[in-house]
């Protein structure tokens, strides 16, 4: 197991948790409130990035992108309709199921992923859960524009922030040592 990539999809899903928490302390209005962005509201993007996720960890566990794609895509109008706390628990509930499956998977094994916009090439699982993260983080981003068309700050969500945030990892080559 790569540490860096199993690091990335936690931060991936506790820069989520970190939004989730800034729109709690929002008017409930803001969450479906239209805007002029990839997608019209905070909730349509939030369910289209839980929709995504849903369909690579499908893809990841061996199904063909077509299929995991089908399977998906009826959750999206399912989604949009979500209120947050719903939203939030969908997420969570996700993001235990790929800590599960991360803890368990070797990331050097390679799929060919058959993708219906580009056509097929072998992908490493590695690979796909940094694809995975990078959409993600691209989402958020996108969010924090829609807070500031609203009116609201947005809340930093970094991965600089999510290292920082968690304990310290003895070194070898500290300066007490010397």
């Known amino acids: 197991m790569n540490s860096t990539t199993s690091d ?15 729109l ?14 990839s997608y019209p509201t905070i909730s349509a993007t939030l369910a289209h990035l839980y929709v995504v996720d849903h369909m690579w960890y499908l893809v990841l566990n ?9 399977q998906s895509q009826p959750l999206v109008p399912i989604g949009s309709q979500w209120d947050l706390s719903e939203c939030a628990a969908r997420l969570t509930e996700q993001a235990q199921q790929y800590t ?11 799929l060919v992923v058959n993708n219906p916009y ?26 924090t ?13 970094d991965y600089i922030l ?6 310290q990892q003895a070194s070898s080559g500290s300066l007490d040592s010397v």
Not at 8 to 22: F, I, P, V
Not at 100 to 110: A, E, N, R, V
Not at 129 to 138: A, E, F, I, K, S
Request: glycine share 6%.
């Open 145 to 157: 524009t829609m807070l500031r068309q609203l009116g609201y700050s947005s809340v930093m969500n």
């Open 24 to 37: 709690q302390e929002l008017p409930a209005s803001v969450f479906h409130e239209e805007t002029l962005s």
């Open 8 to 22: 990335m999809l936690r931060y991936h899903h506790w820069a989520n948790e970190t939004l989730l928490a800034r």
């Open 162 to 167: 999510y290292l920082y945030q968690q304990p």
């Open 100 to 110: 599960q499956w991360i803890d368990q998977t070797d990331l050097s094994h390679k």
């Open 62 to 70: 061996g199904m063909e992108m077509a299929d995991a794609l089908e």
């Open 118 to 143: 580009a056509g097929a090439r072998e992908l490493s699982l590695e690979e796909l859960v940094l694809h995975l993260v990078n959409h993600g983080t691209y989402h958020r981003g996108n969010i």
